[in-house]
């Protein structure tokens, strides 16, 4: 018995060095961290990168906006990922472009018969000053305002954009794209905010100002609520790694992004 | 060769066993580190108090959430409790023991129905039955203590129908000797010798409820304010932690550590409640 388990001992230390052994090979690691909403992207990303140069080994991570721009500035991830309105000061000192846009749809249950609001009023619902559909045009029912959690890219951002304001505490809280869609959803009287490429036949988009949350408008500088997505890197990083900025930024790259349901830079 | 092994074998599981309790002091060793200093900065008192939680503009009040989560773990025992203990009862007394022994696995097989699928029905099915006949939002305290007051049926059920199980014979036949009904010799002998047992049923339920997160966060709307009535949204201090972990640095993540450290407190008191119950039971014996 005892010999069974000094050999097993064996076999395994033997794996762990050839593993190790594996590991140590001469691919130049990249790690992405940042934004989960950009997170899905960045695998696309990096997968169709590889193919082409399979010297590289790049890994995405999520962690939120704030993390991507501390972990780039450590040196713990070589690409930060960030979906702020304006990257905070202390990003100054990295690399920074703008790899995609993203709207942010302003969406509410099908059955709800608003479907035109103003930037104004956007903001009068989210801060609670707007507590009945009946002010905005619809009908006689409480509006159920439905947020992202504190800290989220996409509530900062939205925040930011109808005029840095205090959300109401009535608010029911959701902590993705996905949960908020359900809701609004299954609640008529709902209205919540998502990344526009999330928004689907059991939901309704809003315009907002007149204009309406779709590419064209989204493009042509129209629709407000719209959010740049960053990626950083050291001034100095390695020339691999601002070989792969630029490929996001290609046509090729661009259109994968388009495709999945972010807005191109150009 | 052999004695060697033995050997081996025995500070093997020795190692092995004390690593959970090693895991459980580590568990609560980096809880306290993370959380109690931040206590200790923004004051014991405020922050269980105080009732305004916004991170980011420095406001860490969780005393809606703490009573948010006593709120929604009451209600489902409110729930919970009579259905299990009348479950439990109904099992070992009236049911011939064949049928029980097939009812009684299966009830505990609802245990291993994971938390995210009653936190499915619930955003289904339950939380729109409140919003059309109750009015508000739905998603509300009372949707979160019936999904936890459901969950927590199998521990309920499952630890009163021992308690009751292990009432010897002889007590029920002594009380049907005296001339008790079925019914007089389960409420008056049967449920009183298992009491203890019964309770900390609950009460182990109880810490189950405040211990659940991800049912609570789908069904539970995770407003943080102070209810005024069950159709109300609420968030609960698992939720708390849960929902703003991904994103939090700094003090907000602190904070979050903190909520942990109340709510680890909250749950070692229920389970320290509970396991004196049952020792005392031994006791008396």
Excluded at chain 1, 3 to 19: N, T
Aim: positive net charge.
């Amino acid at each position: 018995m005892f010999r069974q388990f000094k050999s097993l001992c064996c076999a395994s230390l033997a794996g762990g060095l050839v593993l190790a052994a594996g590991c140590g090979n001469s691919r130049e690691g990249i790690t992405m961290a940042g934004s989960t909403a950009f997170q899905p992207f960045a695998e696309k990303l990096a997968e169709q990168y590889m193919i082409t140069h399979p010297e590289l080994s790049i890994t995405v991570q999520g962690g939120g906006s704030s993390l991507g721009i501390k972990s780039c500035l450590s040196g713990v991830a070589q690409i930060g990922v960030a979906d702020l309105i304006e990257l905070p000061v202390e990003a100054a000192a990295l690399l920074s472009i703008v790899a995609a846009r993203d709207g942010i749809a302003v969406v509410l249950n099908p059955a709800n018969k608003v479907a035109a609001m103003t930037l104004e009023q956007v903001k009068d619902v989210f801060t609670g000053k707007i507590q009945n559909w009946n002010q905005v045009g619809g009908e006689d029912h409480a509006v159920a305002v439905i947020s992202r959690e504190a800290g989220s890219g996409t509530r900062s951002s939205f925040e930011q954009i109808i005029g840095g304001v205090k959300l109401t505490s009535d608010a029911l809280i959701q902590d993705s794209n996905g949960t908020i869609r359900e809701t609004v959803a299954n609640d008529p009287n709902a209205i919540g905010y998502i990344s526009h490429g999330l928004v689907n036949e059991k939901i309704k988009s809003v315009t907002v100002d007149g204009y309406s949350c779709t590419e064209a408008e989204i493009m042509a500088g129209n629709y407000k609520l719209v959010r740049p997505i960053f990626l950083m890197a050291k001034k100095d990083a390695s020339p691999a790694c601002k070989a792969f900025l630029e490929y996001v930024l290609c046509a090729e790259a661009q259109e994968l992004i388009h495709q999945n349901g972010l807005i191109k830079v150009k | 060769m052999k004695l060697n092994g033995e050997k081996i074998v025995k500070y093997g599981l020795i190692t092995v066993a004390f690593s959970a309790l090693a895991s459980l002091l580590l568990i609560a060793g980096f809880i306290l580190k993370e959380g109690l200093p931040f206590m200790l900065k923004v004051g014991v008192r405020d922050f269980l108090l105080a009732s305004d939680w916004d991170p980011q503009a420095g406001k860490f009040g969780i005393y809606p959430m703490i009573v948010a989560s006593l709120y929604v773990a009451f209600g489902a025992m409110l729930i919970g409790a009579p259905l299990g203990v009348a479950g439990a009862i109904f099992l070992n007394e009236f049911v011939p023991k064949p049928v029980m022994r097939v009812v009684k696995p299966t009830i505990e097989l609802l245990a291993g129905i994971p938390s995210v699928v009653f936190g499915f029905l619930g955003v289904m099915v339950l939380a729109p039955f409140i919003r059309q006949n109750m009015g508000g939002p739905g998603l509300s305290v009372l949707a979160a203590a019936v999904i936890l007051g459901i969950m927590v049926l199998p521990t309920v059920i499952s630890i009163s129908s021992d308690a009751i199980g292990a009432v010897p014979n002889s007590y029920r036949e002594g009380a049907l000797a005296l001339g008790a009904t079925r019914w007089q010799s389960v409420y008056m002998v049967t449920i009183k010798a298992a009491w203890s047992g019964i309770i900390a049923s609950i009460i182990l339920a109880m810490g189950r409820a405040l211990g659940e997160t991800m049912a609570v966060i789908m069904v539970a709307g995770n407003t943080v304010k102070i209810p005024h009535s069950v159709t109300d949204p609420v968030r609960t201090l698992t939720a708390n932690i849960a929902l703003e972990m991904a994103n939090a640095t700094g003090m907000a993540r602190e904070a979050l550590f903190a909520t942990g450290v109340v709510l680890f407190v909250v749950i070692m008191i229920l389970n320290g409640i509970a396991l004196s119950t049952i020792k005392t039971k031994v006791r008396r014996k």
